[in-house]
C-alpha cells in the first residue's frame, strides 16, 4: 500500500481501485481566474498570479492519482476571456488528445466557466475526456476550494468512464454535463448546480461515480483557420414595460440575435413587428429568460406569444438558456451554416 501526503501533514493511505491508475497521464491547461488568484501589492483585491504548476503542487493528493503535467494557456479573470480564446484552447485540447494523454483538465475564472465548456463542448471531437474546474475562493483563502477541486477535476479526467461524455465540469466533488451546468449563486462554495437535470454523477473518496451517462452531441466545425470567431451575437432581454428600443438598428450590426423572452417564450406585442422584420434578415432564436425548462411551441396563442413567434420565423431554443443558446448560433454561423441547419441543431436540445 502506497501512501501519500494529504493537507495538514495528515498521513492517509492511497488505496488503488479499478478506476485509479496513477500512470495514467493528464494535463492541467490554465487559464487564470480565482482558483489561480492572490492578493497584491500593487491592488486593493485579487489577481490572478499563481501559474499552473503552482496550482497543481498546492494539492497534496494528487500523488498518486496521475502524472499531471501543467501549462499556462492563459492568465485572464473568466470575465475577460473571449470566445477566440476558447477556439484556441480547443485546437490546443486536440492536439493534446493526439499525444496521448489520458485526460485533461481546464482551470478558469467561475463567471464564464458554464460558456466556456459549453462552446468547448461543441467543438472539441477528441477522445480524451475534457473536465473544467475553478473556485469561488481565492487561493490565499483559509477556505480556499480551488485544490480539492482541482483534484476531483484530474481524478474525473483520468477515469476511463469519462470518455464519451463530454466536456464535463467538476466542482464540489459534482460532475456536470457542460450542457446543463449554470452558476447559480454569486459567492457561495456550492454555486454551481444542474437545475434541469441534476449532476450526471460525483467523486466519492477519489471514486468517480457516474449516475447518468450521456450521449454526445452533435459537432460544430470550427471556424476556418481555427483562430477567429467573426460572427456577432447578442442577446436582447425582454423586461416589463420594456418598449423593444434596442432591437432598433440591429440589422447589419449583428449576424444572429437570441431574445431572452418571459416565462416559456413570450414578449410583449410591442416587440412582435421589430423580431419579424430582424428574423427576415438573420437568425433571431427565441429563449426563456428564466433559464431552467423548455420552450413552448404551441401552448399560446397570443401576440407575442411562443406559437407566435415561431411562426414568424424564429427559431426555438428548446431546453438552452439564452446565453448558451447565443454560443450555439454564434458557432454555427462561423461555420457558414446555413438557417435551415441551424434550426435543425437547435432542436438536438429540445
Known amino acids: 500500500m502506497t501512501t501519500v501526503h494529504a493537507p495538514?501533514?495528515?498521513?492517509?493511505?492511497?488505496?488503488?481501485?479499478?478506476?485509479?491508475?496513477p500512470n495514467r497521464s493528464a494535463l492541467v491547461l490554465a487559464l487564470g481566474g480565482?482558483?489561480?488568484?492572490?492578493?497584491?501589492?500593487?491592488a486593493s483585491g485579487a489577481t490572478p498570479t499563481l501559474t499552473g504548476s503552482d496550482l497543481v503542487a498546492s494539492v497534496p493528493g494528487l500523488r498518486g492519482t496521475a502524472v499531471v503535467t501543467a501549462e499556462d494557456f492563459r492568465r485572464l479573470p473568466g470575465a475577460s476571456l473571449t470566445t477566440n480564446d476558447i477556439v484556441d484552447l480547443v485546437v490546443r485540447?486536440?492536439?493534446?488528445?493526439?499525444?496521448g494523454?489520458?485526460?485533461?483538465?481546464?482551470?478558469?475564472?467561475?463567471?464564464?466557466?458554464?460558456?466556456?465548456?459549453?462552446?468547448?463542448d461543441l467543438y472539441y471531437r477528441g477522445g480524451a475526456p475534457v473536465v473544467f474546474t475553478g473556485a469561488m475562493r481565492v487561493a490565499a483563502s483559509a477556505s480556499a476550494d480551488g485544490p480539492a477541486n482541482l483534484l476531483a477535476a484530474v481524478q474525473t479526467a483520468t477515469c476511463v468512464a469519462a470518455r464519451e461524455q463530454g466536456v464535463l465540469v467538476v466542482l464540489g466533488d459534482q460532475i456536470h454535463a457542460a450542457r446543463h451546468v449554470r452558476k447559480m449563486h454569486t459567492t457561495s462554495p456550492a454555486a454551481f448546480g444542474s437545475p434541469a437535470t441534476g449532476p450526471i454523477g460525483s467523486v466519492v473518496e477519489g471514486t468517480v461515480r457516474l449516475q447518468h451517462p450521456l450521449k454526445r452531441t452533435g459537432f460544430v466545425p470550427l471556424p476556418p483557420g481555427a483562430q477567429s470567431h467573426p460572427c456577432e451575437v447578442e442577446v436582447v432581454t425582454t423586461s416589463l414595460g420594456s418598449s423593444g428600443i434596442l432591437l432598433e438598428g440591429l440589422e447589419g450590426k449583428v449576424s444572429g440575435l437570441v431574445v431572452a423572452a418571459f416565462g416559456a417564450g413570450h414578449v410583449s406585442r410591442t416587440w412582435v413587428s421589430r423580431l419579424q422584420a430582424l428574423a427576415a434578415t438573420m437568425p433571431v432564436v427565441l429563449a426563456s429568460r428564466i433559464g431552467t425548462g423548455p420552450l413552448l411551441t404551441s401552448t399560446y396563442a397570443f401576440p407575442g406569444s411562443e406559437s407566435d413567434l415561431?411562426?414568424?420565423g424564429l427559431v426555438?431554443?428548446?431546453?438552452?438558456?439564452?446565453?448558451?443558446a447565443r454560443l450555439l448560433l454564434a458557432a454555427h454561423l462561423a461555420a457558414g451554416t446555413p438557417p435551415p441547419e441551424i434550426a435543425k441543431a437547435f432542436l438536438e436540445y429540445s
Open 8 to 21: 495538514r501533514g495528515i498521513e492517509r493511505p492511497f488505496v488503488p481501485s479499478a478506476d485509479r491508475d
Open 34 to 42: 480565482t482558483i489561480a488568484m492572490t492578493p497584491t501589492a500593487s
Open 93 to 99: 485540447l486536440e492536439q493534446a488528445d493526439r499525444e
Open 101 to 120: 494523454v489520458d485526460g485533461i483538465v481546464v482551470t478558469q475564472g467561475t463567471d464564464t466557466l458554464e460558456e466556456a465548456a459549453f462552446l468547448t
Open 310 to 312: 415561431l411562426a414568424r
Open 316 to 324: 426555438a431554443a428548446g431546453t438552452l438558456d439564452p446565453y448558451k
